[in-house]
């Protein structure tokens, strides 16, 4: 058995992981920390993983975190380098943060501040090489949520030709892609019965993450136009996609078809079918769907995940199985819970 | 006294259409009519509207409809051609529907279906040139709810030749849109926790009235690509809308600025806020804001309103205000009602 | 015109009260104060309330208040007492917060702790004997939320011995009524798709308000057995009370409509049809229904209301007409907006 | 393993059904049969069931379901006795529906209408006695998902003569309780921002279900006045029960923890903590918590489930593995999803 730790275990991210973590055949769980709510139980924070409930949470530090094979980290960014530096190379770090996402030092530096962490095998295994690169890793960088929506969106239709490389993203988010941040504009309250956009013009953080996953991809920089709006549902992405259309309809959805066609998470849906988010709930799966707009001459494409599983908490445990040879899909449900 | 009958009254936009003339200073309510609903009490179907509630609807016929300064018809498509034509040019028509929206036949064939009805007036005030169009009208052609947000978030920048021609919007909206219609996918059970897209490439109905807006008021074919997403709220449109950048952060903002300068229900927020939907819940106002993307090379512009408010029944009594030479704000909310 | 002052102006009970004020054919609203956001645009907090977006916050103080002919308080509990008497008599003082609802300085003391700060004339007019004491009132005790809807819901059977007194309220609210303070268990990803129970057990401080009020209208001690719960909606109450039947349907039914005869704001619906706070959403109204379970031997009662309009801000404003000798429904809306 | 057939597979419990059985290790999923959807690929009712989304639902016949271990219906009442009848003791036959849960005819005729088709081993093991009765039972009737709830949150202290028999319940449910039927009171647009009482006064079917069970549980009749209230959300009941006190606080907690000491799926949370239905998402399990009101004289229990899964669903598989002699909590979730 693979015996884990999560870093961050009272938050979302750390209670999705630990709720897959669960289901796992082949993991021990292990030590659990937390920030502020270390010294409490886990069952206060959350009371869904009742098999867990009477665990104690412990301090975020090295000491805790060794003797793992495998660390999650679900900690604000600027924390992870140091931590996994102490861990050393026996351990298997997955950081779910930002910190080891961009390989570009700048773009780091313009959307983050700081100083630069190194980047580490970025985990979106359905990425043209990507699963290569994550196959015994001992270091992962998780991508964003929206990335994994908006990268596996586009990036076939790109890299095969079909759309050219300025991409307009609007992608609609559940207000647990926040975390569990205390901050007036994710009360109840003012959540449900609104939608907002936020971040608008390029400066969310995930820009130059969609940025680099497509311009990798395609071989040539594309320029990404990116607006997240939040939306009154706790779970789910729905990212609506476009770029100017160089191909035809019949050559796109080909392209799709092929791309994922031996992907176990990422499902092309029959067409005139369309995703919902609903459908994808709790479930590390993909669901999308693309179409061709000849009037606007512009070819569009919809992925519907949930931004805890697939989005993250998911898509770290598919890397984990990848960086521990164990079966891709293991511990990963493909089913949603609906409705 | 302004009389006035309500055709739908039974529906999502009836609804609010009574909400509001309920609260309007010149109006006395006349005729209430309704198709599978007509014989039944008002009370049944909009029990929120307490002073109505022991109204009895009565069947949608001109018989019952005339003698009214004003019929709002909120109809299916297809039926206030001949409507109108009975009640003569001594009643002010208002269609709620779609049916005079469009001035291009080939468009109304093609999206619709059957034959063109013709065009009237269109009840966008605030677009350039509408409002005098609407000044002693006598049939009023009210805009689709997305058209209103998109129409409106998109003419200053392209009308000034800030932006170019090819437009993309994702707008959000809820599901009151689809009025009262008993379909499996707005179930709440469905619509809740779920987002989906719906009638993408093209293929939605408001497309082409987006179109028409935006080409008269920039005086040259515009294209647009439109994709609307259903979220789990009754009422809202956030519409998230972009066009190639030609101008400068400062340029863009001035042209919207100047746009609404006098314009009572259209506000461009303060610089650095974003709109939200439940800031406009059962007002007529719009809530706007626009940035530009330097490194995407586009600017983007987002818009909320309330869809059944500024969207349908509210635009619908501004333009009835504006054709009698009412105070174009009568009865109209500035308000929204949140949290 | 009279000059109001809002202190609490940035919370959800403050915008409320603004949102009508400012649809208040009498009144002018002045300084508008608050704790923390002192020094900030109130557009920041309530950005619904377009016409005074630009307002400054002030601080909280007398003189800051002083000078108005009424001063509404939306505090936390503790600070009204001493504000008060700073004002003096020359002021009509609304206190939306608790601290002088309760007369049993016990009950005060077992249930929020401190010295108890007297008791005011109580703000449900349609109590009885309430009406009377509220004309010419220089203070006033707005009630809870739950209370309103549960005196209402009850009185009247009890006080005309058709219900015995010992009464169970199970009441689910929306999330808006615990204010917008920053706890996890409000943020939307916690609400939205939960229904949870708190204060159980008489617990609540609503409890005694409940019993003091079906107390006194009944003239007979009572016990409340009350349970909140909160539900993913941001505004509403729908009390379920229920008591010992001591009298037949009949009887009960004619009870409540004899009670509720005159009044404007309390509708009996007409039988069969039950309440939903959708139809009181942003109104002063209360939507009553009452009905009898001959096999256990209860009566039945569930009302509707909006949990920050008449159940707080709507409640205040009917109680300032009342006191200003103003028509008693001036300012106040009667429809709801649904859906 | 076991050859297992759902007949209703287009609905909500059916979907249920399918997402447990999918994650069941010893089952096989054979016939998926509809009524008006027969024909049409599950895929187009159950996007979540990406592993089954490609079977064509045939229609609901003994031909169709015969040759299966085990037939779950999921089917309108009235249906369930004939099909149970061609289909023989051969197979296991467990009714979701409603048809077989009430011992007494009198009962079913009040409530239901009809000739009384007979009861069925009653499937809530967690009952006293009931265990017993439904290993190696040949039929099975699946509870009500209130009488789930409620009878779970009251039989312990009823039983144990701690509370008397006078019970009240206010019962909260998610929208699917409703199934999927197409009701304008069901569409998102009414449900979302809505809290609604239905069958008040003794009215609801799953009234003489409830009472039959504490009857039985305590020796004695039990009244039962019991409210649902629909709540804007798509799963989840939370039950708030109460009845007279007639022991202390100490006994009834101690009546609670012996009840449910080897219970797998219902957990009595540690003292002031109270149930939240989110906790049990997609989940088997009860969250139950109890007190007293020493000043009421009443004893006060909540209880949290997920209709579909504990509530119906997973009620019915955790039948099924007591049936076949399976482990009693194979292929069922014990943690939630969330948030």
Known sequence: MV??????????????????LLAHPDVEIGALTAGGNAGTRLGEHQPHLLPLAD??????????????????????????????????????????????RLVDAAAWERWYGGAHAGHWPYGLPEL???????????????????????????????????????????????????????????LGAEVMGSLSAYGVGGVHRHTPEIAQNLSKACGTPVTVSFTPVLAPLPRGILASCSAPLSGDAAAVREAYAKAYADEPFVHLLPEGTWPTTAATLGSNTVHLQVTVDADAGRMIAIAAIDNLTKGTSGGAVQCMNLALGLPETAGLPFTGVAP
Request: charged share 15%; net charge negative; hydrophobic share 45%.
């Open 3 to 20: 015996q884990v730790a999560v870093a961050g275990a009272s938050g979302y991210v750390g209670g999705e992981l630990l709720r897959l």
């Open 128 to 186: 043209p090489g990507a699963r290569d690169a994550l196959r015994g890793a001992r270091r992962v960088a998780v991508p964003g949520c929206y990335p994994t929506a908006a990268s596996l969106a586009l990036f076939p239709a790109l890299a095969a030709g079909l759309a050219g490389p300025e991409v307009v993203i609007t992608a609609v988010t559940g207000t647990s892609g926040a975390g569990r941040a205390l901050k007036p504009h994710l």
């Open 55 to 100: 665990r104690v949470l412990q301090e975020t530090t090295s000491e805790v975190l060794a003797g793992h094979d495998v660390v999650f980290l679900a900690l604000p960014h600027g924390t992870s380098a140091e931590l996994a530096a102490e861990l050393g190379d026996g351990t298997l770090v997955i950081d779910c943060g930002a910190d080891h």
